[in-house]
């Protein structure tokens, strides 16, 4: 029993090539409109969906071109309507099982199977499948009162893209997403939007019940909070981007340091000097009793130095009680009887070598335990990583240049190798355009504090808190928006990749396993996860990878948005289940999303170039078929409107209105210092 109805009969396939088709039309639709049992039936529309007979179930194709041919023996002449030949390109998409669409194909086609225009009820069952499909995020292009719902579970789950060129759409389509995620009574939600140009600044002024909005920034003024990137909370990855540290040889020393800066907690930094100056020393007699050359004498001279300067630490007021112990230890070198000699080339017997071995073993456990109670990374278990606090600055001008002299007794050029770095910390140092990185004091709580405030609930702090609040009789915020535009490009990577970082390990350590899923929007996604370049230089895993590789089983999805989706990483692209494609011009970003896209939807991208303004293909996981949609208006739209040129040409500005404008950009321009600023105490105050 066919499942078609005959009068919707368009034509019939003449050629099926895996999921394309090519179907010749009736030829009783010669302008593409046929007479139905419910008037006339329109024919073939680009994006519009047809179906066939395929068994026990239709198959349903979308439409991707049309085309007239003729068999003409002279070119000249005009095409002859009615002898000309009309065929249509479709693509497969899926399957209508009874009132059931699924994407995917079980049997194609044959030839000839007759072809119909998509009824009312399949198109309804296109786009309305199940209960599942509830995020509305437009109408149809093709069938205008035909709603476009989202699985929003296949759409976070997976993450998912909003593409597209500067002007079409992107912005309003994240912020029609969020307020169809708001309608869908989320009060547990938590959307967390890096905003690279402060577009989304009006986000909150209309949320939908019971969502609330709270945006972090660099100005006090026009945020509900102040935006923190505490230095504490970096990694030694993050570390090293934000000063730029090399491999070789600049990137060792500073681990070491950052180890040494988070665990020593209030030891004297001399004491662990003269620590580090003993045990290089002992690794130079170490190295001289293992060469083949080893002479007595050379070894007398290097415990006859050492041994009285051990000696004086030890006699000095208040100090440590290590160098006594290790006083103890090595004032039995003389035992292993080294000749004064300098005459004499004799090298050590068994006898002196086991006496040396056992007291260069003894000093060395000495040392480890010393620095194992005063907490330093030279010799005790430590973790860089780790979220403590430490002083930059000391570790600056106390730590560092500590460590480098310690390492310059065996090769002198470590100085100059490693005198960038700390200009390059100077410089972030003493510069107030960082100082919510490098000047933010201790939590009263830490890390928890500040993970309250990036999930949307105000820190648990007192009034000497680094945070300026507004809005604190919110108890919850659903979306939070952090403000990235104030923040300067150099840094810009590091902060984010803090935050994603942040949210990242938060999740892995829930348990129940993904039980606080959290939504992040990265918008201008390319400056923050840029492709691999060819060359390889950029070897180093972006968290954001990590995130799209790893997230969904900790419950953590991205929404990705760029305008140039070729600068993108492919990794990134590659995880995105479902994507929102406006128009696209350039001829390598729409390659780049054909790849990314499943086969049977490529053929529809091929109308990238053409999209409207706020209209869109959707396709993947979370919509039903891929889609031509007319994007819904956001409640509030983004700041991202174009600018009126003609509206400010056409005036001519007061001379004194130019000035006015001049002075204020220039004087804002040449000042170095925010609006606010950390004081050494960790206090903020208005400048």
């Not at 967390?192 to 003024?221: F, M």
């Not at 006496?355 to 000093?363: G, I, N, P, Q, R």
């Not at 209209?615 to 739209?637: C, F, K, M, N, S």
């Amino acid at each position: 029993m066919p499942l078609i109805d005959s009068s919707r009969v368009i034509g019939r396939v003449a050629s099926v090539e895996s999921e394309r088709l090519l179907i010749q039309l009736d030829e009783a639709a010669p302008a593409l409109v046929k007479a139905g049992s419910s008037g006339l039936l329109p024919v073939a529309a680009i994006n519009s969906y047809l179906t066939i007979d395929v068994g026990a179930h239709e198959a349903v194709a979308v439409v991707t071109a049309i085309r007239i041919t003729e068999d003409r023996s002279r070119s000249d002449e005009p095409i002859d309507d009615n002898a000309a030949l009309r065929y249509v390109e479709a693509t497969l998409i899926g399957r209508i099982d009874g009132a059931h669409f699924t994407q995917g194909m079980i049997v194609f086609p044959s030839l000839f199977a007759p072809v119909a225009a998509a009824s009312p009820r399949e198109i309804q069952c296109i786009f309305r499948p199940s209960a599942l499909y509830r995020l509305n995020i437009g109408e149809a292009v093709v069938a205008p009162e035909q709603d476009v719902l989202l699985d929003p579970n296949s759409l976070l789950a997976r993450h998912f893209a909003v593409l597209g060129t500067t002007g079409s759409g992107k912005s309003c389509t994240i912020s029609a997403i969020l307020d169809g995620l708001a309608e869908l009574s989320a009060p547990g939600a938590t959307v967390i939007v890096l905003d690279a140009n402060g577009e989304y600044k009006t986000l909150g002024s209309t949320a939908a019940p019971p969502w609330s909005t709270l945006h972090l920034g660099l100005s006090a003024q026009s945020a509900d909070a102040r935006l923190l990137a505490p230095h504490w909370l970096m990694t030694m990855r993050e570390h090293s981007e934000l000063f730029h540290a090399s491999q070789g040889v600049q990137e060792p020393i500073l681990q070491q340091a950052l180890l040494d800066a988070k665990l020593q907690g209030n030891a004297s930094s001399e004491t662990i000097r003269r620590l580090d100056l003993i045990a290089k020393q002992l690794s130079i007699i170490r190295g001289i009793a293992a060469g083949k050359g080893t002479v007595n004498s050379t070894l007398h001279k290097q415990f006859a130095a050492l041994a009285p300067r051990i000696k004086s630490f030890a006699e000095e007021e208040d100090a440590d009680e290590g160098f006594a112990s290790l006083e103890s230890v090595l004032v039995k070198w003389p035992k292993i009887g080294l000749s004064q000699d300098e005459r004499s080339f004799d090298p050590l017997d068994i006898d002196q070598a086991g006496k040396l071995e056992k007291l260069l073993s003894d000093a060395d456990a000495q040392i480890n335990e010393t620095y194992r109670r005063l907490g330093v990374s030279a010799s005790s278990e430590g973790n860089a990583d780790a979220p403590c606090y430490y002083d930059l600055a000391k570790l600056l001008s106390e730590v560092l240049p500590r460590i480098i002299a310690t390492e310059a007794l065996l090769d002198p050029k470590v100085r100059g190798f490693t005198s960038a770095l700390l200009l390059r910390i100077a410089r972030l140092l003493s510069d107030e355009r960082y100082a919510f990185i490098t000047r933010v004091p201790p939590f009263p709580n830490g890390i928890k504090d500040f993970l309250r405030l990036l999930l949307g609930r105000w820190p648990e702090i007192g009034g000497d808190a680094p945070w300026t609040f507004k809005n604190q009789n919110v108890e919850r915020f659903q979306a939070i928006i952090i403000d990235l535009s104030e923040i300067s490009s150099d840094v810009l990577e590091t902060v984010t990749s803090l935050l994603g970082r942040l949210i990242l390990e938060f999740s892995q350590r829930v348990s129940p396993r993904a039980s606080v899923p959290i939504l992040i929007v990265l918008e201008e996604a390319h400056r923050y996860i840029p492709v691999q370049p060819r060359d390889g230089s950029y070897g180093r895993t972006n968290i954001f990878e990590r995130i799209a590789k790893e997230g969904r089983k900790f419950g953590v999805s991205l929404c990705v948005a760029s305008q140039r989706p070729s600068e993108l990483s492919r990794t990134v692209i590659s995880q995105c289940g479902t994507m929102i494609v406006h128009r696209i011009v350039n001829p390598d970003d729409q390659d780049l999303i054909r790849y990314a896209s499943p086969v049977a939807s490529r053929d529809v991208l091929r109308q990238l170039p053409s999209l409207a303004k706020q209209h869109a293909i959707v396709l993947g996981e979370a919509v039903p078929a891929p889609t031509y949609v007319r994007i819904r208006d956001a409640t509030v739209p983004p700041e991202s409107h174009d600018p009126d040129f003609m509206a400010a040409w056409t005036k001519i500005p007061a001379r004194d209105a130019d000035d006015a404008l001049l002075e204020e950009v220039s004087a804002n321009w040449a000042r170095t210092r925010p609006p606010h600023r950390f004081e050494p105490d960790g206090s903020l105050n208005d400048l």
